[in-house]
């Protein structure tokens, strides 16, 4: 859905919240990831930013001071003004903006944002239609409720560092924000969601999105697996996720990245390489794949798991292949 390069004739963003207008009050990667999202698909989007900025103005190269990668990569399509919310000006030109808007979203802790006279009863007093988002690290009826959360910290309590010991032996983070990434996805579809609950009833709300909640439900999608039970059935992990083997594969001339979706076309496949003594089953794929693959070149494997090329992978078996530089 291409909306943030969509125009309308004078020039406006269009998309589906075209016409809306989001107050973004967050910082660093969660909370902007979020309102990027919302400006893509045609909200306006003001970013409200303190003295100095936001930190992630200075992480990473760039081409003009305080325009740094990280920032451009989670700030584009949006309006930006400074406020110093310690000052009663600064809270009153808020106020004034929140006035006219449909979001407003913050990743501030809640004791300090109602501290400066800013909290939801305050704000939605003001606009009874706005949907006041907060963006937490923590949920507030938790036991780590105030607390300050940074993606290591949330991969860690979350389970995702832990999930990498059981593969790997060794208990490392993902290397990537996920735990803000995956809190920005669900911010955008439950700010979504009371706009929508707006519409039917004529009234805002107040939705929490916190992060360590989001990433825990993340994780269980498919790792809860027993434990989902009471009693438990067996212990959590899903076990294909969890092999070692599991990761590209090493061909002669490169890497591939393959994996077999059905039994019928894994033997397929397979049947040519000597792995018969271990029944293909879903489990073994990985220890399949990473057994033979290399005992041929990449477009080998290409040609045998498919009957052509299908935009550079395998049509019958999902393998998406490169050759590394010369």
């Not at 990449?298 to 052509?308: L, N, R």
């Amino acid at each position: 859905m291409e909306t943030s390069k969509s125009r309308s004739d004078s020039g406006v963003a269009a998309g589906p919240l075209r016409g809306l207008l989001v107050v973004d009050l967050t910082t660093v990667v969660m909370g902007p990831y979020a309102s990027q999202a919302l400006a893509e698909y045609g909200a306006e989007v003001i970013k409200v930013e303190a003295p100095g900025g936001d930190s992630t103005r200075h992480i990473g190269p760039g081409r003009e001071p305080g325009m740094a990668a990280l920032y451009l990569g989670t700030n584009r399509n949006k309006r930006s003004v400074l406020l110093d919310l310690k000052s009663a000006q600064g809270q009153d030109d808020l106020l004034a903006i929140v006035a006219g808007a449909d979001v407003f979203m913050h990743n501030m802790r809640p004791e300090k944002l109602e501290a400066l006279g800013l909290g939801p009863e305050v704000l939605r007093a003001a606009n009874p239609r706005l949907v006041f988002a907060a963006l937490t690290g923590f949920g507030r009826e938790g036991p780590y409720s105030g607390q300050p959360a940074y993606d290591d910290v949330i991969q860690g309590l979350s389970g995702l560092a832990p999930m990498m010991e059981m593969q790997s032996g060794t208990p490392r983070y993902l290397p990537t924000t996920v735990a803000d990434k995956v809190g920005s996805l669900v911010a955008v579809g439950a700010i979504m969601a009371a706009l929508v609950q707006r519409q039917h009833t004529g009234a805002g709300a107040t939705v929490e999105v916190p992060m360590f909640e989001s990433v825990v439900s993340f994780g269980l999608v498919e790792h809860s697996q027993g434990d989902l039970f009471e009693p438990p059935l067996a212990p959590p992990g899903y076990r294909r996720a969890l092999m070692p083997s599991r990761r590209p594969y090493a061909t002669r001339d490169g890497t591939s990245a393959s994996c077999p979706t059905a039994t019928r076309t894994g033997r397929r496949c397979w049947r040519n390489s000597a792995t018969t003594r271990r029944g293909w089953t879903n489990a073994s794929r990985p220890w399949h794949c990473a057994r033979c693959t290399s005992k041929r070149c990449t477009s080998g494997w290409v040609t045998t798991c498919a009957s052509g090329p299908r935009r550079n992978g395998c049509s019958r078996c999902g393998a998406w292949t490169f050759r590394r530089r010369a």
